[in-house]
């Protein structure tokens, strides 16, 4: 089992342009999250998903769009980068309502200039 | 609401001796608490979790945890530190609709020779 994935590992953008993160996980998890992590702070919530179709809004989810079209895969968009979206971003996925246990991808290092 | 509070930014303790770092949580629910580990550009992994099951939680690599309801406390131990155990970590409470996370702030361990 790969566990969770995650694509692209780093990436560059200027302020204004789009793109979509993507995340994958092969143990059939109902739950799926976005976290983001900032210099001296732990991990923030960003979007969660309760199951395929679903989403919803966490911590810090402006400037976020999520999808979840199939059960393995969560996307995260960001529709205009903005320098304040600099960060680590981590998906997570966990069994759901019989485990709180969550499962964490490598992170995604973004940079927005 | 939940919350969790690390006491420490930064521990340093020489190789050997003993490793404490301190967690206060504050949760509406029964809570889960976890404590991972990040190591530099790494991901998280798991070191414990604490279900309402024994307050005193074993984790990997040596390292325990004593879950105190009155105290609301969740404080990380290991009795002896080895260069490998230097870190940042994370004490973590699960709680609501979607066991979601909240991290504290981290904690970075340092070894010293």
């Known amino acids: 089992n790969a566990g969770v994935t995650q694509t692209p590992k780093f990436r560059v953008l200027k302020t204004g342009q789009s793109m979509t993160l993507l995340c994958a996980q092969d143990?059939?998890?109902?739950?799926m999250y976005w976290y983001r992590q900032d210099p001296g702070m732990g991990l923030r919530l960003i979007h969660y998903s309760v199951g395929e179709g679903t989403t919803a809004k966490g911590e810090v989810p402006d400037g976020y769009n999520v999808s979840r079209l199939k059960k393995q895969n969560f996307l995260l968009g960001l529709e205009s980068a903005a320098p304040s979206q600099t960060s680590v971003y981590f998906c997570?996925?966990?069994?759901?309502?019989?485990?709180?246990?969550?499962?964490f991808g490598p992170g995604t290092r973004l940079t927005v200039l | 609401a939940q919350s969790v509070t690390q006491l420490d930014s930064h521990v340093s303790v020489s190789e050997g001796t003993p490793v404490l770092l301190r967690c206060n949580y504050s949760?509406?629910?029964?809570?889960?608490l976890f404590w991972y580990v990040q190591h530099p550009n790494k991901g998280l992994q798991l070191l414990l979790k604490y279900t309402s099951a024994a307050t005193l939680v074993k984790g990997i690599n040596g390292f325990e945890a004593e879950f105190k309801k009155s105290e609301t406390s969740f404080h990380l131990t290991k009795p002896s530190a080895h260069m490998s155990d230097a870190a940042e970590y994370f004490c973590v409470v699960s709680g609501g609709s979607a066991r979601q996370l909240t991290f504290g702030s981290g904690t970075q361990l340092t070894v010293l020779p």
């Open positions: 997570a996925s966990s069994q759901g309502y019989t485990s709180n246990e969550q499962f």
């Open positions: 949760s509406s629910y029964s809570p889960s």
């Open positions: 143990m059939n998890h109902e739950y």
